[in-house]
């Protein structure tokens, strides 16, 4: 149901008949993220279910307000079970992933990239954090001023992004 109302909500919002890709924004269930990489089974949280959310996607192309859906910010696990699924109540497949992906996060080269290949799920990675948050633009590094730089005026946000091999790899780039 949520889905379906923020649907609604954004086509009145856009003044439009349809939107060509709708994603899911977030995993509903616990999954490990942004840079997490460890598996927390007492994080679990009761979420509508992956069956959920995948019917409502299939309602909204069938009642013609999506073309096409996607996911993001998605783990390999919930990719397999959003596709299969989807095959199972006839749904289209996802046609996209917006995922965390740069030249020092590559995380979706792994086994993400395998179920996402034209060969499994044919799903597009559109990637995000391409310059990692800004850090590989070189603007952080030898003293520039960056007292108006998100990453100064919130120093705990993408915590991935600071490292020194991402310094290093701006140096490189630049």
């Not at 998605?74 to 199972?88: D, H, L, P, W, Y």
């Amino acid at each position: 149901q949520q889905i379906l109302a923020a649907c609604d909500a954004s086509l009145r919002r856009l003044q439009t008949d349809y939107i060509d890709l709708y994603q899911i924004h977030w995993p509903a269930r616990y999954a490990p993220l942004f840079g997490g990489r460890q598996y927390h089974p007492s994080s679990e949280r009761d979420a509508p279910s992956i069956e959920e959310q995948v019917t409502a996607m299939g309602e909204l192309i069938k009642a013609g307000k999506v073309k096409h859906w996607g996911l993001s910010n998605e783990t390999t696990f919930g990719v397999c079970q959003f596709c299969e699924t989807a095959k199972r109540l006839g749904v289209p497949l996802p046609v996209s992933i917006q995922n965390d992906f740069s030249p020092v996060l590559r995380v979706f080269e792994g086994e993400l990239a395998e179920a996402c290949a034209p060969s499994n799920y044919n799903i597009g990675l559109l990637a995000y954090g391409v310059l990692a948050g800004g850090a590989l633009s070189g603007k952080y590094l030898n003293g520039a001023d960056t007292s108006r730089g998100r990453h100064t005026l919130f120093p705990g946000f993408q915590p991935r992004y600071h490292a020194p091999r991402t310094s290093d790899a701006a140096r490189e780039l630049g």
